[in-house]
């Protein structure tokens, strides 16, 4: 699943929940969940002459209401439970389908409508929908397999382990796996040869491994594809938290990588409170022509020293040894390598909250995580 399709913005844009794929719907509403609803700062609303008025949305509703997204084209509220998890061919009224689907405009009695769609039985039932979807610890998936309060322990001393030698595998731009992986090998690669290092000077890592479900070691491929994923999900948050409603400028530019790609990166240029002008990637795109139907409507600007920065980190992390890594795995990495201060200023709990909630896992941490706020 391509990263663009979780970063649309407007609801208006985005297409239907029930029109992706069955097998990734889940993956897609528990992206939207995660990022929340739209709700702009720093926005001029357009005035509309209504009711013999010049009428306008709020900002101050954004705190009234926590569902309430805001559609910058259509200029009209709606609400992301009922975009998420309302059931099509249900009751039209001022409930769920409007403000799922065709979006609120009448400003004067916006809060009353507001408060009647929150009261509204179908709105409650979505949001019932959400927090049962999100909470793996009342899946059906998760009642089939029971796990002691040990186990779950141990759980964490593996997925804690296994993040720390991703993360310093990201940090240096080396390749995760080996040509030969198998038990029996000389060289598995250098992310299972480094965990193995790892658990034999560590002791407590080494029981955890040996003691713990042997189909639950978070060591697979896709394990360390979450973990990268998950690291560059919470780098992405601390640069749109750095952004918030500024403006900014983008800078694209395209270069071929190893594997013959057309790849386009993406910058933000912005000012901070202390007046520096700063430079944050944000995106490595894989295009099949350098032509301007094929960019869109990208602006395309001539390349700085930020974007040769991040094509000078594609050739390392990207090498004549690894040209078949997948699109999103490199950018992903390219996130974490180009944004290294970032990245090292976040912690190993933030990063593990976003792995277990991007999809359902089999075992999960023992008690919630909660950061404080030195972890910020």
């Known amino acids: 699943m391509a990263r663009v399709e979780f970063r649309c913005s407007d609801i208006v844009k985005r297409k239907p929940i029930d029109e992706y794929p069955f097998a990734t719907r889940d993956q897609v509403k528990r992206a939207y969940v995660l990022r929340g609803p739209t709700q702009l700062a720093n926005y001029t609303f357009p005035h509309k002459w209504q009711s013999g008025e010049w009428r ?26 009922c975009y998420l ?50 909470s793996q610890k009342k899946s059906v998936t998760r009642k089939i397999y029971k ?5 779950q322990e141990r759980y964490e001393i593996r997925l804690s382990s296994s993040l720390d030698v991703a993360r310093f595998l990201i940090m240096q731009g080396e390749a995760f796996r080996g040509y030969n992986e198998s038990c029996s090998s000389l060289n598995k690669g250098t992310y299972l040869e480094l965990l193995d290092w790892y658990k034999g000077k560590v002791e407590v890592l080494k029981e955890a491994y040996d003691k713990g479900h042997k189909n639950c070691k978070m060591v697979s491929h896709r394990i360390q594809k979450d973990l990268t994923k998950a690291c560059a999900e919470e780098v992405m948050v601390v640069i749109m938290d750095e952004i918030h409603g500024r403006k900014f400028s983008v ?20 000012v901070s409170d202390e007046g520096k002008v700063l430079e944050r990637f944000v995106g490595l795109q ?40 997948g699109d999103e795995w490199l950018n992903d990495m390219m996130i974490c390598y180009t944004e290294k201060e970032i990245f090292r200023s976040i912690s190993n709990k933030k990063i593990m909250k976003w792995f277990e909630e991007m999809k359902e896992r089999r075992i999960l941490i023992p008690e919630k995580i909660v950061i404080t706020p030195n972890e910020e």
């Open 56 to 81: 306008f949305y709020q900002p101050q509703w954004f705190g009234s209401y926590d569902w309430l997204e805001y559609s910058e084209s259509k200029d009209a509220a709606f609400c992301l439970y």
């Open 85 to 134: 998890f309302f059931e099509p061919g249900k009751s039209e009224k001022i409930g769920s389908n409007v403000f799922a689907k065709f979006g609120y405009e009448k400003w004067k009695k916006a809060l009353e409508k507001f408060d009647k769609h929150a009261a509204f039985i179908a709105h409650k039932n979505t949001r019932e929908k959400c927090d049962d979807f999100m």
């Open 147 to 151: 796990y002691d309060k040990e186990e």
């Open 251 to 270: 800078l694209i530019d395209e270069s071929r990588d190893v594997s013959i790609k057309e790849q386009m990166a993406m910058i933000l240029r912005f």
């Open 286 to 325: 894989h295009i099949e022509r350098c032509t301007a139907a094929a960019l869109k409507e990208a602006i395309v600007v001539v390349a700085t020293a930020s974007v040769e920065r991040v094509f000078s980190a594609m050739s390392i992390i990207k090498t004549d040894l690894r040209n078949k890594m």
